[in-house]
């Protein structure tokens, strides 16, 4: 077993679930647990990174890395872990996986390994970014052929799976500045971005991804008039205004929106996911709402889609109140790939041009904040979210030794 399999194999069986995806009629249930019991409380300690940090952060510090942690939320805090350079910094690298992963049963957090694969919860979503990127950091740190003037930092992002409440709080801070920019204004950071490139783990089958769709996810709600199912001609239902609105979503702006194309992602799209109304059978519903996923594309803005939804259900006479079920905008992402950074690791991983995926991640949101961004990672994004989620163990140590070769390729 090798040593990137090994960290892979550890941290499948540290469970990090999202606290988001805690059954709600669990919570009180976990809260009262923890407070009688620890054995009763082991169920509900499946949720949230910290145990995957400081997992983590143990095995960066016998490597001899430097280790800080950033909190972010109530016991949830980004891990991060520096490698100085041998002389002045003069850029640097991220490597940014997401800690957390979706749900599952107990099952899943016991790593099996078969023909070939690892299974297990989070092995390509993406714990496989995390045991390769770390690796690398590590096998680097305890080589000779340390960077002289480039500074890795491994940052391990919380909360990607429900809020990226770790990436937008990492971009909001001075952690960024301090690491090799702590004297510069932010004028002259802006000025230097050539110099810094962040990699965000991801399951990209090991190409670089310089593109990916923004995630808009609306409400839409319509209002009718109850009366009895007896004489609904003195209603009006709101489930049949609803119909006909999901009707020209998924007919007339679905065409609409495979009119715009992307050269890297395709065309934008819409679905509708959910659908409620009404209460009983024998009342005319006077209420009914959907909620609409809506993949963007650069250049797209949220509010534009707003309006743009808003103008097309007038058009056909119909009538919805929009609003954003997002806790955050999730843009999409659009990097230049002849920055000199981004060149240099498509060069390295022998990738003659980027490619573009259709899933919206932190990489996003580090680019907002100013850090060009792209998505690398063993894996397959078909994979993440399963109920028998894998990797190729193959893919994740040719994950490690490309990753391993960029980092030496630097100054």
């Given at each position: 077993m090798t040593r990137t399999e090994k960290l892979l194999v550890e941290l499948i069986a540290l469970p990090s679930v999202n606290?988001?995806?805690?059954?709600?009629?669990?919570?009180?249930?976990?809260?009262?647990?923890?407070?009688?019991?620890?054995?009763?409380?082991?169920?509900?300690?499946?949720?949230?990174?910290?145990?995957?940090?400081?997992?983590?952060a143990s095995v960066a510090k016998r490597a001899g890395l430097e280790v800080e942690f950033q909190k972010v939320l109530l016991g949830r805090s980004n891990l991060i872990v520096q490698l100085l350079p041998r002389n002045k910094i003069r850029q640097t690298v991220l490597l940014a996986p997401h800690l957390d992963t979706v749900g599952a049963d107990d099952s899943q957090f016991i790593p099996r390994r078969k023909n070939g694969r690892l299974y297990g919860r989070g092995a390509c979503d993406t714990k496989g970014s995390i045991a390769a990127m770390l690796a690398a950091l590590c096998e680097l740190a305890n080589s000779r052929q340390r960077p002289k003037e480039t500074e890795i930092i491994f940052t391990g992002l919380v909360d990607e799976e429900h809020a990226q409440a770790g990436s937008r709080a990492f971009v909001r801070s001075s952690a960024f500045r301090r690491f090799g920019h702590s004297t510069v204004s932010a004028d002259r950071l802006k000025a230097e971005l050539q110099t810094v490139l962040a990699i965000v783990g991801e399951p990209t089958q090991l190409r670089v991804v310089t593109a990916h769709k923004g995630s808009l996810w609306l409400e839409l709600e319509t209002r009718g008039k109850a009366a009895h199912g007896a004489t609904p001609q003195l209603g009006k239902n709101a489930v049949l205004e609803m119909a006909r609105i999901v009707e020209v979503l998924e007919t007339s702006y679905a065409v609409q929106l495979r009119r715009r194309k992307h050269p890297l992602l395709g065309t934008a799209t819409v679905s509708v996911g959910t659908i409620c109304g009404g209460v009983q059978p024998n009342i005319v519903p006077e209420g009914c709402a959907i909620t609409v996923d809506r993949r963007t594309l650069p250049g797209e803005t949220d509010i534009g889609v707003q309006r743009e939804m808003v103008a097309l259900l007038n058009s056909k006479k119909l009538r919805a109140k929009i609003s954003s079920a997002k806790l955050a905008p999730?843009?999409?992402?659009?990097?230049?790939?002849?920055?000199?950074?981004?060149?240099?690791?498509?060069?390295?991983?022998?990738?003659?041009?980027?490619?573009?995926?259709?899933?919206?991640?932190?990489?996003?949101?580090?680019s907002a904040g100013g850090i060009p961004s792209v998505v690398f990672g063993p894996g397959d994004i078909a994979q993440a979210h399963t109920a028998d989620e894998w990797i190729s163990l193959a893919s994740l140590e040719r994950g490690k030794d490309l990753l391993l070769r960029f980092l030496n390729s630097l100054p």
């Open positions: 606290p988001a995806f805690i059954p709600q009629n669990a919570v009180g249930t976990a809260r009262r647990a923890v407070r009688a019991d620890a054995r009763a409380a082991r169920p509900y300690l499946s949720y949230g990174e910290k145990n995957v940090v400081d997992f983590l999730a843009l999409p992402l659009e990097t230049n790939p002849k920055l000199p950074l981004v060149r240099q690791f498509l060069r390295s991983v022998g990738q003659a041009r980027p490619v573009g995926v259709d899933f919206f991640c932190d990489a996003a949101v580090l």
